[in-house]
T-cell receptor, first 115, second 111 residues
């Protein structure tokens, strides 16, 4: 079946511009995660959504970062006034339900480059 | 919060040899430990996972061991093949929704 999809696959933007990254989770998955992967680094947790509950925003690096999940499905990660240090691969993952026991399936990521 | 350390950062082996990657975690409440393989330009893919009530799990050439007392877990790949070359990430999940990842190990299998 279809996996997690993300768009765009690549995004180049100028410093100070806003960007929106999109994630389509696997159908039926109630949990959705955003991670950031800087060049040569591990994965950094950003935000997590579970159903209609308030998201866990504890990983967002600054107030320029925000995310929404409409209708419990598609999610968008928005970065306002982008900075060069925001350049990274942004990965989305979904899992069937929360609980620490369900596998997270990752999308291919969006490579963001801020010039 | 949880802190996951992964070693080595790079590993080069000859085809057919075994590869071992080790991770330690800090929060004894962590209960789920997946391993991901990430090939160039792709998202991480789950290759094996282990839960805290199990000490070892094997799937063909891949095995994972967990030592809860010492708070470390390891990935073992036997009979390595060139297509095993990738970056491998360990992770530990705690607090039911927070997954912390190791920094990754770049494995190169030389033919």
């Amino acid at each position: 079946g279809a996996g997690v999809s993300q768009s765009p696959s690549n995004k180049v933007t100028e410093k100070g511009k806003d960007v929106e990254l999109r994630c389509d989770p696997i159908s039926g998955h109630t949990a959705l995660y955003w991670y950031r992967q800087s060049l040569g680094q591990g994965l950094e947790f950003l935000i997590y959504f579970q159903g209609n509950s308030a998201p866990d925003k504890s990983g967002l690096p600054s107030d320029r970062f925000s995310a929404e999940r409409t209708g419990g499905s598609v999610s968008t990660l928005t970065i306002q006034r982008t900075q060069q240090e925001d350049s990274a691969v942004y990965l989305c993952a979904s899992s069937l339900e929360i609980g620490g026991t369900d596998t997270q399936y990752f999308g291919p990521g969006t490579r963001l480059t801020v010039l | 919060g949880e802190n996951v350390e992964q070693h080595p950062s790079t590993l080069s082996v000859q085809e057919g040899d075994s590869a071992v990657i080790k991770c330690t975690y800090s929060d004894s409440a962590s209960n789920y430990f997946p391993w991901y393989k990430q090939e160039l330009g792709k998202g991480p893919q789950l290759i094996i996972d282990i839960r805290s009530n199990v000490g070892e799990k094997k799937d063909q050439r891949i095995a994972v061991t967990l030592n809860k007392t010492a708070k470390h877990f390891s990935l073992h790949i036997t009979e390595t093949q060139p297509e095993d070359s990738a970056v491998y990430f360990c992770a530990a999940m705690y607090n039911n929704n927070d997954m912390r990842f190791g920094a990754g190990t770049r494995l190169t299998v030389k033919p």
